[in-house]
Every structure is written in structure tokens, then in C-alpha cells.
């Protein structure tokens, strides 16, 4: 969650939702976001909504989760007012910052608020993120024992130094430990990794790759570094302490990832992630698929029906506005038709059989042929009638998009 917020609209202090959001609301899911904004270390990299001790005078970390339960409560009130249709969660993810910071009372808690509130429909996952060194076996059986199913844990690298310069704290050998008790509380397996990094080599990304491979995940992300300005990653790269990010060396890194993750029997299903058998991400997915979400917390992001709306950043500013009973949200935007459709087609085309060829115009269609001949796009999955990235596409989906756009 990038901690700049959009220019928009005010949002209203009630949340009262336009008409507009609730048309066609049975016909979609509804997932909860819950975010944490509390880290003990800030990465120097991290643009997300994130504080440590120091930064959050004022609010108390331990209050947090009454705080959070204040805008569930809220969020129910809010799509009933709107007519919008009730309908069970069907995911729930926990990220932040580092949720697993609270005490997992205080997740399930929040959990259950979302449970009583709206109902979890059977089989809904729920996720939480964590780095390695924030939990322990006990902490995840609790998770486990209170409705919890998955778990995505922050590997981000193998490699010490690699570590170091993302300035992450937890120490490799500590990921085998959290995966194998995760998986004996019961409890599904993510590892995000990161690469790019600075001073990182091809062959230290093997080691990565293969780390987290020997520890058969059910699910791994792989994202490469983006050095977002204002943080100071992009300070140190000004100062020339360290060197920016190689563009050609993280494509190479890119296709060795789909190489060691095909040849280990995980699918891509999103441009930078891939999972054994249908164990993919369904809150991600539902983000991808347009569904509709809310999120709780400093500075998340909601969006229902074509509307979206995002919060105060400030966990003190957030805690004034639940203690006050008025909508933490601080702006908001109504899509219209156009740039929902430019959103349906960008979102679509990363996920693998995400976009239907015969529901984009006549002009996008027409593009298809060149996309395949340009060797971007499955031409196998397009007789089937589905866009789908080749390996070379998913290098290049933003000129896919373009061109899928450019009428």
C-alpha cells in the first residue's frame, strides 16, 4: 500500500456510497482487507503506509485492534445504508506493515468481527502476513485454531547480504523453522521474494530461488524491486551509495524464477506469482477480477461498485476518526465506464485466462493477431478464446496493454 495517497473527490464523513455502487453487487464477491501499520524496522525500500515505535506518538499499538473492529462495524452499516446486496466475505487478508506485530488475540479479534458482522462463506480463506521472525508455532496455531488458512511469510532473500542492503532483519535460517510450523499448525504457505536488489547477482537469486523452492510452498511471489522516490533507497541510489536496479538483469532474473518454479511444479497464474495446483491467492485474484473489497485501517484502500475510497494515513488521525464514529475514508473516486474498462483489460491481462478475447472491442481484438505473431501472447490459449502473456509478454504486459489500448 504505497503511502502517497491520490488526489480525488472529499469523501463524506458519513461513507454514504452513491446509488451507483450497489447495481450488479450479488454478482460479485466481497473481500476484507485489514491492515496493520506497525513494523518494528523500516525498510529502506518500503513506499507502504507502514511506522515504527517511534513514528506513531500519540496511538497506542494496543488499542489498534478495537480501533480496526470500529471501522468493520462501520463497513456493515455503510453497504446496508447503500441497498448494497449482503453478502458473506469470502476472503480476508491481514497485511501491513507486519500484522504478526499484534498480539494474535488481537488478529483473531479482528477476525471475528469480520465474522460476526458479515459472515465468512464456507471454505474463505484467510490470510495474514508475517516476516519470519515475528512468529512462533504457538502464535500460528492460535491463528490456526481461530479460522486462519494461510500464511505468507516475507522471505524477500536468501542471501545475508541481499538482506542487509533490503535492510530485513530476520535471519534465513529461520524461514524453514516458521514454514514447518505453519504447516503443522495446518495453515497454507506463501514466501515473497524480492529481486533486483542492489548488488544482487543472477547466482544469488538462484540460491533464493532454490531456498524457497526446498521448502515446497504451496505459493510464491516474486516481485522485482521498484525503488520509489522519497525513500531512501532512492536516497542512498542519488548519493551514489548504492547502484540502481538493472533493468536486463532483472528480466534474466525474472525468467530464471519461471524456469526454477516450472521445472518444481509451480503454474504462474499472475505475472509475479505461481502456485501448485489451485493454491493461488484468492484475495489477490478477486483485486484482479474488479471484485469488490473494503479496507480497514490507515491509509487502505476500498472499492464497491465502481467507487473507491481510501483512508487517513496517520494511525493517530485514523484513531480520532473511529473514536468520533465518522468514515476514516479522506477521499474518493467514481469510475466511469472508461476507466473501468482500461482497468478490467490492465488487471485482466496479468492474470493467466483473466481477460476473455471476445469481451474486448473490435479494435482490441484486431490487435490480438499481432500480439501473437510479436510472440507476447498464447496463441494456443487464444484459439481457446483466452489472452494469455507468453513469457516474453509477461517482460513486456505494459506494452501489451498499450497495445490492447492504443484505439
Known amino acids: 500500500m504505497p503511502s502517497a495517497l491520490p488526489l480525488a473527490d472529499p469523501a463524506p464523513l458519513d461513507g454514504a456510497l452513491p446509488a451507483t455502487a450497489a ?13 496493520v501499520p506497525f513494523c518494528r524496522v523500516r525498510c529502506g525500500y518500503c513506499d507502504f503506509n507502514t511506522y515504527t515505535a517511534s513514528e506513531v506518538r500519540g496511538v497506542k499499538q494496543s488499542d ?68 519470519p521472525d515475528s512468529v512462533d508455532a504457538e502464535y500460528l496455531a492460535q491463528l490456526a485454531r481461530a479460522g486462519f488458512t494461510r500464511v505468507s511469510f516475507g ?38 521474494l524480492i529481486y533486483g536488489t542492489p548488488g544482487e547477482s543472477l547466482e544469488n537469486w538462484r540460491t533464493s530461488l532454490a531456498a524457497a523452492v526446498a521448502e515446497e510452498p504451496d505459493h510464491i511471489s516474486a516481485y522485482s524491486l521498484i525503488v520509489e522516490v522519497g ?25 530464471l524464477a519461471d524456469a526454477m518454479l516450472a521445472e518444481a511444479g509451480y503454474g504462474w497464474y499472475e505475472v509475479s506469482n505461481w502456485a501448485r495446483g489451485d493454491r493461488v491467492s484468492r484475495h489477490n485474484l478477486a483485486y484482479w477480477q474488479g471484485h469488490d473489497w473494503w479496507g480497514v485501517g ?19 488521525a485514523y484513531a480520532d476518526r473511529m473514536h468520533a464514529g465518522v468514515s476514516p475514508a479522506v477521499g474518493r473516486e467514481t469510475l466511469d465506464d472508461d476507466t473501468r474498462e482500461v482497468e478490467r483489460v490492465l488487471l485482466g491481462t496479468r492474470v493467466r485466462g483473466g481477460l476473455a478475447i471476445d469481451t474486448l472491442a473490435a479494435p482490441a481484438r484486431a490487435a ?3 500480439l501473437i505473431a510479436d510472440g507476447l501472447v498464447d496463441g494456443s490459449a487464444a484459439v481457446h478464446g483466452t489472452l494469455d502473456l507468453t513469457l516474453r509478454g509477461r517482460l513486456l504486459a505494459d506494452a501489451v496493454v498499450r497495445r490492447l489500448l492504443d484505439y
Open 23 to 35: 447495481a450488479g453487487s450479488s454478482d460479485r464477491n466481497l473481500g476484507m482487507y485489514l491492515h
Open 64 to 131: 489498534y485492534a478495537d480501533e480496526a473492529i470500529a471501522e468493520v462495524r462501520f463497513a456493515r452499516r455503510t453497504l446496508d445504508a447503500a441497498g448494497i446486496a449482503p453478502r458473506p466475505i469470502s476472503t480476508v487478508f491481514f497485511g501491513g506493515g507486519t500484522p504478526t506485530l499484534l498480539p494474535a488475540a488481537d488478529l483473531v479479534s479482528m477476525l471475528d468481527a469480520v465474522r460476526d458482522d458479515f459472515g465468512l462463506l464456507p471454505g474463505a480463506e484467510v490470510t495474514t502476513e508475517a516476516n
Open 298 to 316: 490507515p491509509g487502505a484502500h476500498s472499492h464497491v461498485g465502481g467507487v473507491r475510497w481510501w483512508n487517513v494515513k496517520h494511525p493517530a
Open 231 to 255: 525513500t531512501k533507497m532512492a536516497r542512498q541510489i542519488a548519493r551514489g551509495q548504492v547502484t540502481e536496479p538493472d533493468e536486463d538483469l532483472q528480466a534474466d532474473m525474472y525468467e
Open 368 to 370: 490480438v493477431a499481432g
Open 155 to 192: 522471505m524477500q532473500s536468501a542471501v545475508p547480504h541481499v538482506l542487509a542492503t533490503l535492510e530485513r532483519t530476520h535471519d534465513p535460517a529461520r524461514v524453514p523453522l516458521v514454514v514447518r510450523a505453519a504447516r503443522e499448525a495446518g495453515l497454507q504457505v506463501s514466501l515473497d
